[in-house]
């Protein structure tokens, strides 16, 4: 029995058809669904820039104590963005750059013209050198903190420490001078001077290999019996710092700085002299290949 030929096709027919895979590659890839979820810590990164951002236009209008507040809130929200990434496993390389974005603005544009309009101009161009190195500093900071985290083999003490100030940490300490003026303490060319120079010091420790206790180890436990007072104690500075703010922050900055010692100081007990070769866990600064 003869076997029914198959149709060839025409030259009409190849043409649409090469005419509908050329308008597929037009349109480009096909949009596909996300889940809500995958979105919920990228909204609050976006949220915390737009707090960052307000506490700028904030500053401008002579309204510090809540451009203070802003800035503070965008700290915040940076604390809890990848938490909650991690919370719902959402995380993304998207959302990673977008957190570094975030920080750049949150934790250096932010804090360095907050300070610069509320006492810094006083200085003049002192003053906005200053703003600027504390700027700058955060992005060499930021960028170190990238490069580290991507690292493939970890030393063992980055769960444990983090190399230089962190920039939440820098932000919350550079604006100490805002404290001190909301609380009262004019500010004045000489106090703008001493403001610059602590607003230099403070753009130092965040680019210094200074290691600093991250809390962050799965090792930091606290005792049973310690766990009702730990919570009353978070309550009682809760509570501080919604009725005494400014005297809150300024014992808070303080207080962490005191810590610095101390947490370099155990670092050297437990690990020995701080390491600058990569293959010892150096920080990630240009010339550790050397």
């Known amino acids: 029995m003869e076997e029914p030929q198959q149709e060839k096709p025409t030259e009409a027919m190849q043409s649409a058809a090469e005419g509908e895979g050329s308008n597929d590659k037009a349109r480009g890839p096909r949009l596909r669904e996300i889940p809500l ?3 919920i810590p990228n909204m609050i990164t976006v949220l915390a820039i737009c707090a960052g951002l307000s506490g700028i236009r904030l500053a401008f209008e002579n309204r510090v104590e809540l451009a203070v507040a802003m800035v503070l809130f965008a700290a915040f929200l940076d604390g809890i963005d990848g938490r909650v990434a991690r919370l719902l496993k959402a995380t993304s390389s998207f959302g990673g750059q977008m957190d570094s974005l975030a920080d750049i603005i949150n934790f250096g544009v932010a804090p360095a ?5 509320f006492v810094l101009d006083q200085a003049r161009s002192i003053g906005w050198i200053a703003a600027l190195i504390y700027a700058i500093a955060t992005g ?15 030393a063992s003490w980055q769960s444990e420490y ?3 100030v962190p920039a939440p940490a820098g932000a919350m300490l550079v604006l100490l001078p805002v404290y001190l003026g909301l609380l009262g303490l004019a500010p004045e060319r000489l106090f703008a001077l001493i403001a610059a120079a602590y607003t230099v010091l403070i753009a130092f420790l965040l680019v210094s290999r200074l290691p600093v206790w991250s809390g962050k180890s799965e090792n930091s436990r606290l005792r049973r019996d310690l766990v009702l007072p730990a919570i009353l104690v978070v309550v009682f500075y809760v509570a501080t710092l919604m009725t005494y703010t400014w005297e809150t922050m300024v014992v808070t900055a303080l207080a962490y700085l005191i810590s610095l010692p101390f947490g370099a100081r155990s670092w050297q007990r437990k690990y020995g002299d701080w390491p600058a070769h990569p293959a010892q866990g150096g920080d990630g600064l240009p010339g550790d290949n050397d």
């Open 37 to 39: 979820r995958l979105m």
């Open 113 to 117: 013209l907050v300070l610069y309009v």
């Open 140 to 154: 060499l900071r930021l960028a170190r903190f990238n490069v580290m985290a991507e690292r493939q083999v970890k």
């Open 162 to 164: 983090f190399v230089g």
